[in-house]
């Protein structure tokens, strides 16, 4: 799936979920060391406790984060 981002940096995540895992993440944009680190460490999580971890994370002011956009994809896919 992909998750056209709202608020950040990056423009969109492709996400991938199998039986409630995530099997997937890339983040197109954004700033790119931290964004792979947050891909690799969500990969192999269940979708719940990512949500969980990341939801409500904010940037700057912004209201949102990269992270807190995944946890907004992951939503749309449950």
Known sequence: MKFTTKGVCAQAIDVEVNDGIVT?????????GNTQGIAELVKGMAVE????????????????????QLAKALRELS
């Open 24 to 32: 997937s993440v890339a983040f197109i944009g954004g700033c790119h």
């Open 49 to 68: 406790d990512v949500i969980a971890k990341l939801e409500g994370i904010d940037c700057r002011g912004r209201g949102t984060s990269c992270p807190d």
